[in-house]
């Protein structure tokens, strides 16, 4: 299943993406988003899923050819982010920003560090081919305590749980963004309020 969740009307549904309904648990409409997007095995039947931003568009008819080819030795497959390589470079930029409570932020990265963690890998998660295997769920649940009891800014802390319980990972060539290359396979538009 191709799937989605947008939540205070920020994008448009495109065309062969089913929207599934984020829980309200959280007073932050964007931590609320982020339980379909990382619990993918709970919010997408099937033994795969390929999660889309609500702002990305998949180019292709389906996404068995992705399965196929970007799948074949892995469970998990998304975009090197198009900028940074390093979670922590992400942080500093997060925190510049004010895209997430600072201190949190802090909190989180020491933890990392402390644990040992490089913070080599850092990933765009706005498109995520996934198999749900028993790894690729226990992957998903400690995202998501990540989420809940961390920063809500989700490419900080999927490279620690990838590294963490030593999941192996591929790569889409190119990035969602055109203006960095693009991707013959997805098309990043523009949110509603930008």
Not at 19 to 32: G, L, Q, S, T, W
Not at 106 to 123: A, I, P
Not at 149 to 174: T, V
Request: glycine share 6%.
């Amino acid at each position: 299943m191709i799937y989605t969740s947008i939540t205070n009307n920020k994008d448009n549904l495109i065309e062969g993406v089913v929207r599934v309904d984020a829980p309200n648990i959280f007073i932050d409409p964007v931590r609320n988003a982020r339980a379909p997007k990382i619990l993918s095995h709970l919010y997408s039947p099937g033994s795969y899923s390929l999660w889309v931003d609500g702002n990305i568009q998949l180019l292709l008819k389906n996404y068995d050819g992705l399965i196929r080819e970007y799948l074949d030795h892995c469970d998990i497959c998304v975009f090197r982010h198009f900028e940074r390589t390093n979670i922590y470079q992400e942080a500093e930029i997060i925190k510049k920003l004010q895209l997430d409570n600072k201190k949190l932020v802090n909190k989180q990265m020491k933890r990392y560090k402390l644990e040992k963690f490089s913070g080599d890998g850092l990933c765009e998660s706005g498109v995520i081919l996934r198999r749900h295997t028993k790894e690729i769920i226990e992957l998903n649940n400690l995202w998501w305590a990540e989420i809940c009891f961390g920063s809500k800014r989700d490419q900080l802390s999927l490279p620690y749980c990838l590294w963490k319980l030593n999941i192996k990972i591929n790569f889409f060539p190119g990035n969602t963004r055109k203006q960095f290359g693009g991707s013959e396979y997805f098309k990043w538009h523009t949110h509603n309020f930008e």
